[in-house]
């Protein structure tokens, strides 16, 4: 089956993207989804980030995910150490749902597959793009983040002209949302096609 790589900057419009896709009854995989799920209370890695970063990172039991986000961007090597626990079991569970689903193609959509170097996780890259100045007012409309915290994450993120450098297929998402559609529909055909074209 072939896999396609979703990715883009935060805001750039990654979910809805996928969501599009779903709605073509493609299966998509979210590599955020999975993360979440794997520090659910109980789950090994939430024990694993405890022993790293103390009790104080809980919250009635459960990841405190403001005061983790607040940790990570302030301290480099805490970000380090959260990722060194966390990629290889996301991506390990990716790759283990990937083997049940049985389609065409299937995306998965992977926030940091750049900044993880994880290219060859997938056949190829699709990315989302769009102005930063975009990224910011969509995140700031979303979540309840301040213009510094929203700017950190950006700048830690991979630039805007790496990622489109490091693309298969580009998405433009700097129109409304109707422009989305039809760019979507366009790269169905385009996977279909060349998935039946797999040995
Ligand atoms: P990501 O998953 O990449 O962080 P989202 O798909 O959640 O981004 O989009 C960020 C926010 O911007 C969401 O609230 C979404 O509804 C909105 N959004 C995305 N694309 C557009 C667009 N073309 N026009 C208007 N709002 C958009």
């Known amino acids: 089956m072939l896999r396609i790589g979703l990715t ?3 805001g750039s419009g990654k979910s809805t993207i996928a969501k599009l ?3 073509l009854g493609v299966p998509v995989l979210d590599a955020d989804q999975v993360a979440h799920e794997l520090v659910e209370p109980g789950q090994p890695a ?3 980030i405890v022993r790293e970063f103390g ?3 809980l919250l009635d039991g459960h990841l405190d995910r403001a005061r983790l986000r607040a940790l990570i961007l302030a301290v480099p090597e ?4 959260l990722e060194a626990i966390l990629h290889p079991l996301v991506y390990q569970t990716l790759n283990d749902r990937t083997q049940t689903i049985h389609s065409d193609y299937c995306v998965l959509a992977i926030p940091l597959l750049l900044e993880t170097q994880h290219q060859d996780f997938v056949d ?3 990315v989302v793009d769009c102005p930063v100045e975009r990224q910011y007012a969509r995140v700031a409309q979303r979540d309840t983040l301040d213009r510094t915290t929203i700017e950190k994450i950006i700048t ?3 630039g805007r002209s790496e990622r489109l450098a490091a693309a298969d297929d ?3 998402n700097d129109g409304d949302l109707t422009s989305l559609r039809p760019q979507v529909a366009r790269l169905h055909a385009l996977y279909i096609g060349l998935a039946q074209q797999l040995p």
């Open 78 to 81: 805490l970000k380090h150490r």
């Open 170 to 172: 580009i998405i433009a």
């Open 46 to 48: 939430l024990a694993e």
């Open 8 to 10: 883009g900057g935060i």
């Open 156 to 158: 830690s993120q991979i």
């Open 124 to 126: 190829r890259v699709l």
């Open 55 to 57: 009790h104080d990172i």
């Open 21 to 23: 896709f779903i709605e």
